[in-house]
């Protein structure tokens, strides 16, 4: 994240996420029994797990998108689980940055407005949000695609665009959930190495769910979420 000028937010100080007996149920099955994990600031670790065991739902928790039964999530010393919907919205605007496995590109917004989104949801002008954009799709290899439209770009394209957002407003800590699963060995290569690059670059904590040993191989360290919990794997 070079061309700190261009960028209305300034680079955050690395946070570490602290995930503390969190438990969740859906309509009466306890999906997450006090589970508890600990990212150091700065670390990336894979979160490994069978599908159906709930990482998706502890990405969601983590960034205040559901309610937690029970526990404590610490995004750096913000306990994400006190906190009212409103300030979780802000906390996510301001230190988070979530990638989906489909993309969830705005279809009618060009691939630079999207990118800017984030930006311009916290309140930067929008000029500024702009160049900021371009910048960020300058370093995922799309600066000749900025005025496309998400239908005109490929899957491994609308996935950088992806990335791209996600990052532009210099988030402290990067949510991945299985973020090559759409993508083919090669193209998955390159958003893997751009998730590597760019989340070292800028100091960001990174928590990213995948099945594939090729995403996992860029993390500090493993986990796994399965029916005994979440433990180190
Ligand atoms: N909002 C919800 N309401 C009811 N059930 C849900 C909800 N969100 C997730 N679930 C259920 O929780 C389980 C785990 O889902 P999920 O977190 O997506 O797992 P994973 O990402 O590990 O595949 C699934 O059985 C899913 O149907
Ligand atoms: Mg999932």
């Not at 900025?146 to 950088?160: T, V």
């Not at 083919?184 to 099945?211: C, F, K, Q």
Request: charged share 20%.
């Amino acid at each position: 994240m070079s061309g700190a000028g261009a960028a209305p937010l300034g680079r955050q100080q690395a946070c570490g996420l602290l995930i503390d007996g969190v438990t969740k149920s859906f309509e009466g099955r306890k999906l997450l029994d006090a589970v508890s994990m600990r990212i150091a600031p700065g670390e990336s670790v894979a979160l490994l797990g069978e599908s159906g065991t709930g990482k998706s739902t502890l990405l969601n928790l983590i960034a205040g998108l559901e309610p937690v039964d029970a526990g404590r999530i610490l995004i750096g010393d913000d306990d994400v689980c006190a906190m009212s919907a409103r300030a979780a919205a802000e906390l996510r605007g301001r230190r988070i940055g979530f990638v989906f496995q489909a993309f969830h590109l705005l279809p009618y917004l060009s691939a630079e407005r999207n990118v800017a989104v984030p930006l311009l949801l916290s309140g930067a002008e929008p000029g500024q949000a702009l160049a900021a954009a371009r910048e960020l799709l300058d370093q995922v290899g799309l600066s000749d695609r900025a005025a496309a439209m998400p239908r005109q770009l490929s899957g491994g394209e609308q996935q950088r665009v992806a990335l791209a957002r996600a990052l532009v407003h210099r988030p402290a800590l990067v949510l991945a959930d299985e973020p090559t699963g759409n993508l083919d060995p090669a193209t998955a290569a390159v958003v893997l190495r751009l998730i590597s690059d760019r989340v070292r670059a800028s100091g960001a904590t990174l928590l990213m769910v995948t099945h594939s040993e090729q995403a996992a191989a860029i993390a500090d360290r493993r986990w796994r979420l399965d029916a005994g919990g979440l433990h180190e794997a």
